[in-house]
T-cell receptor, first 112, second 111 residues
Framework: EAGVTQFPSHSVIEKGQTVTLRCDPI?????LYWYRRVMGKEIKFLLH????????ESGMPNNRFLAERTGGTYSTLKVQPAELEDSGVYFC??????????FGPGTRLTVL | GENVEQHPSTLSVQEGDSAVIKCTYS??????FPWYKQELGKRPQLIID?????GEKKDQRIAVTLNKTAKHFSLHITETQPEDSAVYFC??????????FGAGTRLTVKP
């Protein structure tokens, strides 16, 4: 089966700009997760979708981050306006059940 | 919520030696403990996992042990090879879609 895909692989933007990251989960996986990893730190949970519904968004840093999953398929994560501290690698993962998660390749975001 | 601590942050071993990475968790309700390996430029991939109803699981050169009383679990890699070099992440979950990860261990296997 095709794996989780993410787009773009890299994004370099200036502070104050907007960036939208996209994740396509494995087909049939209702659970979709967004994570962020800052250099040397843990893979930090951002939020979790079950189909199109936000199940848990307790990890979202602030209201500059907006995640959507219209139709319960792919998901987008928008950062507006971006700040320097938003830099990091954003991972998406999907799962069919509540345990094994399959990760995408990540989007490396650099905010200058 | 769950808090996962992982040690060491970096680990360097000679090819053929063993490597051990240790994690502790805070939520006694956690019952699923996966380990992911992330090679340079690639996505994290599940390499082994263990559930709370067993104390040890082995798959060729890798093994995981779980001590529920002490709330810690470990990854053991024997006969290390250069291709084992990667960042390894542990994680813990109660099974309610609340998986939390450690900070990662960068393992370097020197030939």
């Amino acid at each position: 089966e095709a794996g989780v895909t993410q787009f773009p692989s890299h994004s370099v933007i200036e502070k104050g700009q907007t960036v939208t990251l996209r994740c396509d989960p494995i087909s049939g996986h209702d659970n979709l997760y967004w994570y962020r990893r800052v250099m040397g730190k843990e893979i930090k949970f951002l939020l979790h979708f079950v189909k199109e519904s936000k199940q848990d968004e307790s990890g979202m840093p602030n209201n500059r981050f907006l995640a959507e999953r219209t139709g319960g398929t792919y998901s987008t994560l928008k950062v507006q306006p971006a700040e320097l501290e938003d830099s990091g690698v954003y991972f998406c993962a999907s799962s069919r059940t509540h345990d094994t998660q399959y990760f995408g390749p990540g989007t490396r975001l650099t905010v200058l | 919520g769950e808090n996962v601590e992982q040690h060491p942050s970096t680990l360097s071993v000679q090819e053929g030696d063993s490597a051990v990475i240790k994690c502790t968790y805070s939520d006694s309700a956690s019952n699923y403990f996966p380990w992911y390996k992330q090679e340079l430029g690639k996505r994290p991939q599940l390499i082994i996992d263990i559930r709370s109803n067993v104390g040890e699981k082995k798959d060729q050169r890798i093994a995981v042990t779980l001590n529920k009383t002490a709330k810690h679990f470990s990854l053991h890699i024997t006969e290390t090879q250069p291709e084992d070099s990667a960042v390894y992440f542990c994680a813990a979950s109660t099974g309610r879609n609340d998986m939390r990860f450690g900070a990662g261990t960068r393992l370097t296997v020197k030939p």
